[in-house]
């Protein structure tokens, strides 16, 4: 017998630059080598809001989110990593496990997932969205965490332990592991190294809080907004500077000896705010992006700093990880208080006040925060 379709409430994108819409709609049961997932929080991240506002393309509708936790509600045939029951950490960048870039620890740049995020399609070529009119709905990253019950592959989630707080594993599923990740493995932070963190979102912080566990002995911090500056000295920036009210570069370079920091993280995904880091950058240092960026964005980089001053210009896409692997070392090192989780949360809001989250976000009145669902 085939299973029905459950019900399931979810924030649905109809139109680029229009508010999300809180809608009913049928999640199709998992197929082979499939799970469904009970979404128990999910994170309100910009990079949903760049979809939101049109900067990154997609097929609409869609169902956003792709930062969340949750607990698994069904399985399909074959599935043999996961059981009903099993809490779980969606992973937005599905991998194959057996290309090349999977082979070579970096499943992050897989086909496979980078297929899903640009589709919206199940590797399948389907949806198991519909409305209640029966119009298929896309999937964003191929796990959705913006609806109440969210079907996808066996793959795409990682199995943590029950008692683990699933606020915080939300947390750790993006923001914590893309910027602690980009410190330790995309630029490979050294001791005693000076770091600059331009941009103090969720990203950003967790940069920063890499950066100090890295033994960074000047971590400074970048933003126009007075609280994220007050966030980041919690999360160990020992610098602040305010960009609305002084020159960044300038600002980097004298509280660095007129050098420019080793490291420099840009966490905005701006042509400027690169720009920027990439001049902060001293010579023979690195400077490694992080923020997404719309699709056609270019920025000018001096190609002589480039040569002469042999400095590094690096991407990182889900902080170079290996999510099946990281994700559990990053709730140890909670656990060893070695990772701040609780000082991240700002905010929880109902699945109802999405808008209002995602209007909080852009305002810079919160360093992070979640959809609860259930509460």
């Keep these: 017998m085939i299973p029905a379709p459950m019900k399931a409430r979810a924030a649905v994108l109809r139109e680029p630059g229009k508010p999300l819409t809180i809608e009913e709609v049928e999640v199709l049961p998992p197929g082979v080598g499939?799970?469904?997932?009970?979404?128990?929080?999910?994170?309100?991240?910009?990079?949903?809001?760049?979809?939101?506002?049109?900067d990154l393309a997609m097929p609409l509708p869609i169902i956003l989110g792709h930062e969340g936790a949750g607990v698994v509600e069904a399985v399909g045939?074959?599935?043999?990593?996961?059981?009903?029951?099993?809490?779980?950490?969606?992973?937005w960048r599905t991998s194959c496990g057996i290309c090349e870039y999977c082979a070579n620890g970096r499943p992050a740049l897989c086909d496979v997932g980078t297929a899903m995020r640009f589709t919206g399609l199940m590797p399948d070529g389907d949806t198991r969205f519909r409305s209640s009119s029966g119009e298929s709905i896309r999937h964003y990253a191929g796990v959705s965490t913006f609806s109440e019950l969210t079907t996808m592959p066996e793959a795409s989630a990682v199995k943590i332990p029950a008692d683990f707080d699933l606020k915080k594993a939300a947390l750790i599923g993006c923001g914590v592991i893309t910027g602690v990740g980009a410190v330790f493995n995309t630029a490979e932070v050294r001791l005693g190294a000076t770091v600059a963190v331009?941009?103090?979102?969720?990203?950003?912080?967790?940069?920063?809080?890499?950066?100090?566990?890295?033994?960074?002995?000047?971590?400074i911090a970048?933003?126009?907004?007075?609280k994220k500056l007050e966030d980041a000295a919690r999360m160990g920036a020992s610098q602040l500077v305010n960009a609305g009210e002084t020159d960044p570069v300038e600002a980097i370079k004298a509280l660095t000896g007129g050098l420019g920091?080793?490291?420099?993280?840009?966490a905005i995904g701006?042509?400027?705010?690169?720009?920027?880091?990439?001049?902060?950058?001293?010579?023979?240092?690195?400077?490694?992006?992080?923020?997404?960026?719309?699709?056609?964005?270019?920025?000018s980089i001096n190609v002589n700093q480039l040569v002469y001053a042999e400095k590094t210009l690096k991407g990182s896409l889900y902080g170079s990880t290996r999510p099946r692997i990281d994700l559990l070392k990053l709730i140890e090192l909670h656990r060893h208080k070695r990772l701040l989780l609780d000082e991240l949360l700002t905010r929880t809001y109902a699945l109802d006040e999405i808008n209002e989250a995602y209007s909080a976000l852009t305002k810079g009145e919160v360093a992070r925060s979640l959809i609860v669902y259930g509460e």
């Design 77 to 91: 045939e074959g599935v043999t990593s996961l059981a009903v029951g099993d809490h779980v950490i969606p992973i």
């Design 270 to 299: 701006l042509a400027p705010t690169i720009e920027q880091a990439y001049a902060a950058t001293r010579k023979g240092g690195t400077c490694t992006v992080i923020g997404i960026s719309p699709a056609d964005m270019t920025a």
């Design 222 to 226: 970048v933003d126009v907004h007075a």
């Design 34 to 54: 499939e799970i469904t997932v009970r979404m128990k929080a999910a994170g309100v991240c910009h990079s949903d809001y760049h979809v939101m506002c049109g």
């Design 261 to 266: 920091a080793d490291y420099t993280f840009e």
């Design 198 to 219: 331009i941009g103090c979102g969720g990203i950003g912080l967790n940069a920063v809080q890499g950066a100090a566990m890295a033994g960074a002995t000047e971590i």
